[in-house]
């Protein structure tokens, strides 16, 4: 079919999310097919976002910066939004609603994984919070068992620093119909009702 520098190009799209080894050969081909408008351009994106990217020593974003420029911007709020992955602080910053600055976990604690707090960036975090208080700590963990353990976790060692915490509302998103809801989202959503 191909040489090895081409089945090894198909084999590493094949692994991207998303991606298997029909629609990674589609993609290998689209790029040889525009080699000077496609491939070329994302081979040297590549190889400068290899070269340039790292974690924020403060958060643990990427950036091709450190700090990164949401740690930099000394106009951000006083808040820190802890968050298990980049993608999800990318997620909320999308969102253009929250203009704290973050810290990534890199995971959340599972006893089934074998993940402790040693395992995550929770020292990082507690330190940093004995450093430079900030006004409030909100937890952006998902509504896991593990996020949930996590979460209590966080709670009980940023409480005992005296940082105000508060979690993510979680329940009925935007548009559901609670006939299609499961029994875990509905209790939850019960739960922290508020007056209306």
């Known amino acids: 079919m191909g040489g090895p520098e081409l089945e090894r190009l198909i084999d590493l799209f094949a692994h991207l999310p998303g ?36 974690a924020c020593g403060i958060c643990g974003n990427l950036d091709s910066c450190d700090p990164c420029t949401i740690c930099a911007n000394r106009t951000r709020e006083d808040k820190i939004c802890v968050v298990e992955t980049v993608a999800d602080l990318w997620a909320l910053e999308r969102a253009l609603i929250y203009r704290g600055t973050y810290h ?18 929770i020292a990082s975090l507690l330190a940093r919070l004995q450093t430079s208080p900030p006004e409030e700590v909100i937890l952006a963990m998902p509504a896991t068992v593990d996020g949930a353990a996590t979460g209590h976790y966080l709670t009980e ?26 029994e875990g989202t509905l209790a939850t959503a019960l739960r922290a009702r508020r007056l209306a």
């Open 157 to 182: 060692k940023i409480k005992a620093l005296g940082i105000p915490v508060s979690r993510l509302a979680q329940g009925v998103p935007m548009g559901g119909a609670l006939e299609i809801l499961d």
């Open 19 to 54: 991606l298997g080894p029909r629609s990674a050969r589609r993609i290998v081909l689209r790029l040889l097919r525009d080699r000077e408008t496609r491939l070329l351009p994302l081979a040297a994106a590549i190889r400068a976002c290899a070269d340039a990217v790292r």
């Open 104 to 121: 990534v976990l890199g995971g959340s604690l599972s006893a089934l994984a074998g993940r402790g707090p040693e395992d995550l960036a």
